[in-house]
């Protein structure tokens, strides 16, 4: 794949607004169909009812009402979506459920935000798979050492 396609999937990858997310509850199928259109520039994503019920389970995404998912939910499957395949599940719930006085909706704004500013910084980088190796790298710890400084 040429450098370009690289960067332009990339760009592609950025969350949806807060305020676009639906605000009605959403079915499980409905809310698998919603996050796989948001990741269609990833071949390599994968999301199933049986990984979002694991999500519930150990409380990184918010538990249905209904059987109907809320707009927080879908924010923090969103969010969790992309960091899944560098972060443990233990890592997602506390970036994610931060504490009592911040809201599903600061997280993802905050998330989203950053989201935009790393991707941008990215595009001016090398695209080679040794650095971007070596960055995830020193970002995780980076991110372990911030957490365990918070605990």
């Known amino acids: 794949m040429e450098e370009k396609q690289v960067r332009d999937r990339l760009g592609s990858l950025s969350l949806p607004l807060w305020e676009t997310l639906?605000?009605?509850?959403?079915?499980m199928d409905q809310l698998v169909t919603y996050v796989e259109r948001c990741f269609a520039a990833d071949?390599?994503?994968?999301?199933?009812?049986?990984?979002?019920?694991?999500?519930?389970?150990?409380g990184l995404i918010d538990r249905p009402t209904g059987?109907?998912?809320?707009r927080e939910s879908l924010a923090q499957l969103l969010m969790a979506c992309h960091l899944k395949q560098t972060s443990s599940v233990e890592t997602m719930k506390k970036l994610l459920h931060p504490g009592s006085d911040t809201t599903t909706e600061k997280v993802y704004r905050a998330?989203?935000?950053?989201?935009?500013?790393i991707?941008?910084?990215l595009s001016a980088l090398p695209a080679d798979a040794l650095s971007c190796a070596l960055e995830s790298a020193m970002c995780q710890t980076m991110c372990r050492l911030l957490l365990e400084k918070e605990s």
């Open 22 to 27: 639906p605000d009605f509850g959403l079915y």
């Open 43 to 58: 071949e390599a994503f994968v999301l199933t009812p049986a990984m979002i019920n694991n999500y519930v389970k150990a």
């Open 67 to 70: 059987k109907k998912y809320a």
């Open 111 to 117: 998330f989203a935000q950053a989201q935009g500013r």
């Open 119 to 121: 991707r941008e910084a």
